[in-house]
């Protein structure tokens, strides 16, 4: 009996990353993730403590209603100065790094993040929530999550497959860290990180997962982030049809949401770009607007968790739900677009539970004999937007419970949620995350049947002169006149369609030298198609493995 205990404890130390030993390392990692994560939270209460003199984050704009008006304004201004020296010192472009590089990560870089900038952008979110701006903390905490995975897999040097296991471990514990929710941190690494549900990822995530929560207990307790004091039972079920127009309301409220983030990123740029203003002063510029902004309306500082609390408790009248909305993408637009950092995850619950609200309100107002509580309307709202911005219903859903500790309006939630995904993944490229990679040229949304071309440069895959089979060298320089060549470091995904237009074997691999281009070897399409088919399959075999 002694020799098999032996046997099976050495079988599970050591063989593969599904085993034991892969184990302990996850459970490292979703501890010192969800560490990061709780210093990150503790953090911004201390600055926040410190600018805006509160004993309570939870009451913020309750504070800053108290202060002088000038002193509103000046402490964004100050952040946003602080936070664009930073970006300028230690990002090559001067951008928050969040959870759209953390997918290109896992999907692009074997699991990997940028270390440096991600440690910045950290840095820069937390003072940038600290001061007053309106992001959420989400997207800062996933992607320090993603550097310490990165570090642990360096070390260890781990392959594709472990690095994106690693990285999802990271991302489950920071998420239940910051939100004390297990469960949907576990499936938001899944379903929006790695994009699969692979079973043996499964495993070492939810044991990270668990990690993380029980780090957030330890310092909070076991309390959910907002509590919703009476009853949100659905009534009848004559309701339902409520919850389906609600959940197209919040489709479209989540992709003006996200449009108008893009907006504001785009009028930055051609602003910065047409006065060659320096890229530090953009942030203090974006803090200016929003202490203008929080002058009148202080609702819109910060992650906004008090007005989402008020929202879901039925406390604000329908005018009230309308404007804070308005005013909250316009912040939220100002802080993201003005490069201050931080994420879209709560800004879009609370968007989520005004728009609920004032639909609830009105809903209620016409029907009365026939409608449940206006904390469901508000609850579902709050889910059916933050799902469609993330692109993730099965996530969204599950913290959405998690955070309120209502499990009990399941099937208004899931209605409302699935309509308004459903909605806002046709209008953009499925959700914020994918939509920013989109615009920079960075095609995950279609699959990795389109972004895998991306990953295979010509001149690594060329046959250079000498090789066996290489082409032809006059043939290939006679092409290269007739204007049939690529460069060498070109991507397949460039090479691909060349292929198809000029109908040829292979392609000529140049690079610039002088008024011409100097042939280094050629880019035969069988080779390119060899490469391709054998990372599909990878890739396959992964995500069902």
């Not at 499936?187 to 929560?213: D, M, Q, W, Y």
Request: with cysteine.
């Amino acid at each position: 009996m002694i020799g098999g205990f032996r046997d099976a404890w050495r079988l599970l130390r050591t063989q593969g990353s599904s085993k034991f030993q892969f184990w302990l390392i996850a459970l490292a990692i979703g501890i010192a993730a969800g560490f990061a994560a709780l210093f990150f939270r503790k953090g911004i209460e201390a600055l926040q403590t410190l600018l805006y003199g509160i004993d309570d984050a939870a009451r913020l704009h309750s504070y800053a209603e108290t202060l002088p008006w000038y002193w509103v304004l000046l402490i964004p201004v100050a952040g946003g100065t602080v936070v664009g020296l930073i970006l300028h010192w230690f990002t090559p472009d001067g951008r928050v790094r969040s959870v759209a590089d953390v997918i290109e990560g896992a999907a692009m870089n074997n699991g990997r993040v940028e270390k440096k900038a991600g440690i910045a952008s950290a840095l820069a979110s937390m003072i940038t929530l600290g001061s007053g701006g309106s992001s959420g903390r989400e997207g800062p905490v996933v992607h320090i999550a993603g550097v310490i995975s990165t570090w642990v897999s360096n070390r260890i040097a781990a392959d594709g497959i472990t690095g994106r296991d690693l990285l999802g471990c990271a991302v489950a514990a920071a998420v239940s860290a910051s939100f004390n929710a297990p469960i949907a941190g576990a499936l938001f690494a899944l379903e929006v990180v790695l994009r699969h549900f692979a079973v043996h990822a499964f495993a070492p995530i939810v044991i990270a997962s668990a990690a993380g929560t029980v780090i957030n207990r330890l310092e909070f307790g076991g309390v959910t982030e907002f509590t919703l004091p009476q009853a949100t039972d659905l009534q009848f079920y004559q309701e339902l049809p409520a919850f389906l127009l609600l959940g197209l309301v919040c489709g479209a409220v989540a992709v003006l949401f996200m449009r108008a983030i893009f907006l504001a990123e785009d009028l930055g740029n051609a602003m910065q770009a047409r006065t060659g203003l320096p890229c530090w002063l953009r942030p203090t510029l974006a803090g200016a607007l929003l202490g203008v902004i929080a002058i009148g309306f202080p609702h819109i500082i910060g992650v906004g968790y008090e007005t989402t609390s008020l929202a879901l408790t039925g406390q604000l009248m329908w005018h009230e739900a309308v404007v804070f909305a308005v005013l909250k993408c316009l912040a939220v637009a100002i802080t993201i677009g003005g490069r201050m950092g931080g994420g879209v995850f709560s800004p879009s619950l609370m968007m989520g539970a005004l728009t609920g609200l004032a639909f609830g309100l009105f809903a209620t107002g016409l029907f009365p004999d026939v409608s449940g509580s206006l904390s469901l309307y508000a609850l579902a709202g709050m889910g059916a937007v933050a799902a469609a911005v993330l692109g993730a219903p099965i996530s969204t859903t599950l913290i959405v419970f998690e955070l309120t500790g209502d499990w009990q309006t399941g099937l208004a939630v899931m209605v409302s949620v699935s309509v308004s995904t459903a909605i806002a993944s046709r209008l953009v490229d499925r959700s914020f995350f994918l939509t920013q990679l989109e615009r920079r040229g960075v095609h995950l949304a279609a699959g990795p049947q389109a972004y895998l071309l991306a990953m295979f440069r010509a001149g690594i895959l060329m046959r250079k002169p000498g090789d066996p089979g290489t082409a032809n060298e006059e043939t290939c320089l006679e092409m290269i006149e007739d204007g049939i060549s690529v460069d060498f470091n070109a991507t397949l995904e460039e090479a691909m369609p060349l292929f198809d237009r000029a109908g040829v074997p292979f392609l000529p691999v140049t690079t610039p030298e002088g008024d011409g281009e100097k042939l280094l070897g050629a880019l035969f399409h069988v080779d390119a198609l060899k490469t391709f088919n054998r990372a599909l399959s990878a890739t396959a075999a992964e995500e069902h493995s």
